[in-house]
């Protein structure tokens, strides 16, 4: 198996809440942490991922946060505006104009035209080698292997120009296990886990890229070992519990019940969870990485929790 | 729990903003739109309101649902959801111990057999119909065009409100790249149909050449996607635009079911940062179309006595003093070394959930900017696996 980070392209996906941008974050922080040259990229440009490293807005033009590692989000105009003044070698300026206005119709009306000049700006970051790892902040799970199949569907539908010209090697770069991964993140309930499952068949399906890892995240801590979990239950059993909580009220001085109940909800929400959890590790393919994110009790999702994201994924990697 | 023997209450302002409960919003209402960002709850939620509608109001309630849980499914007693919509079982009900005043009907939402529906209904002929669904890149457009998922819900649902057959119809908006994408579906569609571009795409080749000669965008573009790949889409298109006029007008309808004052949009959010902002972007978005936003729903929030302090200080004398607290409880209870770690992992749980509880606070006071009902879900600690477990649900939103 490739490790993780020595793959060039890291297309990372998942169902929506799960904290998709939260792991795309990480991952880029930890590749730039490892001496990598990294961008992350953002595909939606919400502009969520700005918020992650708490730095200003992102942009097409890449910029550089913190040393080696940069940003940048997806912009298909900008990109088509990029590409032709690589591919036609002619200064477009004055003659992309009326291009803003009607760009949108032809790259709605033409299938996979939109997706690939968003998938072949990344390719073509990788293919020049201008980084040494590129994370993307993909779309969700259930528009990627429109994105990711895009440069076949343009072979099947277009028999020649430009864009044609461009899949062989674009096409070439998705297949190398080697050089492109996708990452899907799920969270352990039932939906996200579900359609991670789901996900992992579709990429086999309908795409040539090969699924890297699944991070499971917001992973909920046990609370109790062995032996332990009987006292707790004890503690909240209506029979013997008010004697026990008179008793633990005046040593503590404060209300406890409210105490028991917070602890009771965190042990039924890890096993509703641990049971998605362990599903997701039992269905997945053979061989798939396994990532575990703890839940992060924190006040904010600032770059304080992206390095402390990026350390448990260091840790799971075996850094 | 029983249905109501009261009339409910019919909210007599109609149309104008929204005051008082999802109670009063759903027996106003005839469509109510859940929408938020994904993973929020908009299904489950949804699908909770049209179960208390339905057991509560009466009449007939239809649920149109994206992409359910195989567990949702189950749980309303069907055996799986189908584009056609089917009657929830009164047995279902029956389980729940309730016996609903109406019926609760449910559908989900098939995109590719929507728009076969579509391209049926508004195909001039049988030779054009089949054309067109036998076209390869039909399939293609109809799969990936980024609004077409968008445009078909809405289109769905003017078709099933126009159909009359349902008192009350409940959807949850399909997961879109942008939270306001399915608004404009319905006018970009129409945009779409009668662009320039379109009619350029349409135009005969030879005349085209001409056009193009003074457009050099379009000789751009031809160089780009190459004359065949052009060749067909306007030949896919030709087909299209056979059904121009039914499709501009209909996306129009659309537009003004919308727009209606019987119809209702519902903000579903959790109180995590980027689920809220979005929630936040969707008010002003209605805001600025006069659309009438019902209420906002916040969900999966930790029990408010997470944020008491007496109860703070108490974990923190148990995280910090439970070897002296294990010692005090009896000793049948267990050895005194797990007493303590039992004590300091309830006290330490408790501490970190009441960071997540205050910072929950914290969004649900800067939204408290909006308006209109708020209605906030706790956080289940089981997931949802039947009917009953649905009205439960639906008894935190409805009052």
């Known amino acids: 198996m490739t490790e993780l980070l020595d793959r060039r392209l890291l297309f ?104 690939i000049l968003t998938v072949g700006k990344l390719l073509w970051e990788v293919r020049e080698e201008h980084y040494d790892l590129v994370v993307v902040d993909a779309v969700a799970s259930g528009h990627i292997t429109g994105q990711l199949a895009a440069p076949q569907a343009i072979q099947q539908l277009v028999q020649v120009g430009m864009v044609r010209d461009q899949t062989d090697w674009m096409i070439e770069i998705l297949a190398d296990a080697s050089r492109t991964g996708v990452v899907i993140v799920a969270a352990p309930e039932e939906m996200p886990v579900n359609e991670t499952l789901e996900l992992a068949g579709r990429l086999r399906e309908e795409t040539v890229v090969d699924l890297a890892a699944v991070v499971a995240n917001r992973v909920l801590p046990e609370l109790f070992g062995r032996g332990e979990e009987e006292i707790f239950d004890a503690l909240n059993d209506r029979e013997r519990s008010p004697a026990l909580h008179e008793v633990l009220s005046a040593a503590v001085g404060g209300p406890v019940r409210e105490l028991l109940d917070g602890a009771q909800l965190a042990v039924r929400m890890r096993r509703t969870r641990g049971v998605h959890l362990a599903r997701l590790r039992e269905e997945l393919p053979e061989g798939t990485p396994l990532l575990y994110v703890p839940y992060l009790f924190q006040r904010s999702h600032g770059v304080r929790a992206t390095r402390q994201v990026a350390a448990h994924l260091g840790e799971e990697l075996g850094f | 729990m029983a249905a109501k023997k009261k009339q409910p209450v019919r909210a007599k302002r109609a149309g104008s903003s929204a005051s008082g409960s999802i109670e009063q919003l759903l027996a106003a209402k005839e469509i109510v739109i859940h929408c938020g960002s994904g993973g929020v709850g908009k299904t489950t939620t949804a699908a909770a309101a049209a179960a208390m509608a339905a057991v509560h109001h009466g009449g007939k309630v239809l649920v149109v649902t994206v992409d359910p849980a195989r567990r949702l499914a189950n749980a309303l007693g069907l055996e799986a959801f189908g584009n056609v919509e089917s009657q929830v079982p009164p047995e279902a009900f029956a389980a729940a111990g309730v016996e609903p005043r109406g019926e609760l009907w449910a559908a989900m939402l098939d995109t590719k057999e929507s728009w076969d529906d579509l391209v049926r209904s508004h195909a001039p002929d049988a030779a054009t119909r089949d054309a067109i669904l036998a076209n390869p890149l039909y399939k293609n457009i109809t799969g990936r065009f980024v609004q077409s998922h968008d445009y078909i819900a809405m ?90 006029d039914g499709f501009v007008e209909r996306a129009e309808a659309v537009t003004r079911t919308l727009a209606d004052k019987r119809t209702t949009f519902v903000v579903v959010s959790t109180l995590e940062s980027a689920p809220v902002r979005e929630a936040e972007f969707f008010v002003d978005a209605l805001q600025e179309r006069g659309l009438h936003l019902g209420a906002v729903i916040l969900n999966r929030v930790l029990p408010s006595w997470f944020l008491e302090d007496g109860t703070r200080d108490a974990a923190t004398v148990l995280c910090s003093d439970a070897d002296r607290l294990a010692g005090e409880l009896p000793d049948d209870l ?39 009902v708020v209605a906030a879900v706790p956080y289940f600690d089981h997931d949802i696996t039947d009917l009953a477990g649905l009205l439960q649900l639906g008894e935190k939103i409805w009052h």
């Open chain 1, 12 to 115: 990372v996906t998942g169902k929506g809440g799960v904290g998709k941008t939260t792991i795309a974050a990480s991952l880029a922080l930890l590749g730039a942490q490892q001496g990598k040259r990294t961008l992350v990229c953002e595909i939606d440009a919400k502009g969520n991922l700005a918020d992650f490293f708490e730095t200003g807005p992102t942009r097409f033009q890449e910029r550089e946060l913190s040393p080696g590692l940069w940003a940048m989000s997806m912009d298909t105009e900008e990109s088509l505006k990029e590409y032709l003044r690589l591919q036609l070698k002619v200064p477009l300026v004055a003659r992309i104009g009326p291009l803003a206005r009607t760009f949108d119709f032809v790259a709605n009306a033409a299938p996979g035209v939109k997706e």
């Open chain 2, 155 to 244: 289109e769905r649902l003017y078709e099933i409100h126009s159909s009359g057959r349902y008192d009350l119809i409940v959807v949850d908006t399909p997961p879109t790249r942008n939270a306001i994408d399915f608004l404009e579906a319905p006018e970009r569609m129409a945009d779409f149909f009668s662009s320039r571009l379109l009619r350029w795409l349409t135009v005969p080749a030879r005349s085209r050449m001409l056009t193009m000669a003074s457009k050099p965008f379009y000789s751009v573009a031809d160089r780009i996607l190459g004359s065949k790949f052009l060749e067909d889409i306007a030949e896919f298109f030709l087909l299209f635009q056979t059904m121009y």
């Open chain 2, 334 to 372: 267990g050895e005194h070394d797990q007493v303590e770690r039992v004590l300091h992992e309830v006290g330490e749980s408790f501490l970190n959930f009441q960071v997540v509880a205050k910072r929950e606070a914290e969004i649900r006071a800067e939204l408290a900017a909006a308006p209109d």
